[in-house]
């Protein structure tokens, strides 16, 4: 059993589209995060989310849009891509967002815009 | 300058070897954890270190609270340990990881 999953694994689009990217974890954990790895792999939080509620926001264009149905899912909505937002994205989660919690994340979804 | 910064950036070793990868960051911070990144891209946590000293397997991560430093180090280095390895601590204050440019390890056999 996956304990993160993101799915697609890959999504190739054009500019100007709108795209989701979708995260579930099944490890009963509060919070969950969406993470962004540019092309120099540098990793970077964009969103967290306990228990529904949006406790992370980075400074990331409101083009992003998190949405969370229930603690088990964090989905991820891009409006009017830009070649910009190609990257790898990351979803994750950890039993409380405590500083100490380990965090486990999904296998990234990579977006290319073209 | 980065907040969080690590070396060397690129690490090649041959199998056997003990590695060491150094993490300093510039303010006080309530814990740090070490993560690795494969060749495929998955991202496993490894230590989460708020003091001392942490062992798991061949791998061994410390911390220098006072210092602002953090090490992790692999002994008798094997080929499938070749991996990212990325310093992520967590700021005081904060819940959020603060990411390393990551250590590139390469080891051969």
């Known amino acids: 059993d996956t304990a993160v999953s993101q799915t697609p694994k890959y999504l190739v689009t054009q500019m100007g589209n709108d795209k989701s990217i979708k995260c579930e974890q099944n490890l009963g954990h509060d919070t969950m995060y969406w993470y962004k790895q540019d092309s120099k792999k540098f990793l970077k939080i964009m969103f967290s989310y306990n228990n529904k509620e949006l406790i992370i926001n980075e400074t990331v264009p409101n083009r992003f849009s998190p949405k969370s149905p229930d603690k088990a899912h964090l989905n991820l909505h891009i409006n009017s891509l830009e070649l910009g937002d190609s990257a790898v994205y990351f979803c994750?989660?950890?039993?409380?967002?405590?500083?100490?919690?380990?965090?486990?994340f999904g296998p990234g979804t990579r977006l290319t815009v073209l | 300058k980065n907040e969080v910064e690590q070396s060397p950036q690129n690490l090649t070793a041959q199998e056997g070897e003990f590695i060491t990868i150094n993490c300093s960051y510039s303010?006080?911070?309530?814990?740090l954890h070490w993560l690795q990144q494969h060749p495929g891209g998955g991202i496993v946590s490894l230590f989460m270190?708020?003091?001392g000293k942490k062992k798991h397997g061949r791998l061994i991560a410390t911390i220098n609270i006072q210092e602002k430093h953090s090490s992790l180090h692999i002994t008798a280095s094997h080929p499938r340990d070749s991996a990212v390895y990325i310093c992520?601590?967590?700021?005081?204050?904060?819940?959020?990881?603060?990411f390393g440019t990551g250590t590139r390890l390469k080891v051969l056999a």
């Open positions: 994750a989660s950890s039993r409380s967002g405590s500083s100490t919690d380990t965090q486990y």
């Open positions: 303010v006080g911070i309530s814990a």
């Open positions: 270190l708020s003091s």
């Open positions: 992520a601590p967590v700021f005081s204050g904060t819940y959020k990881y603060i």
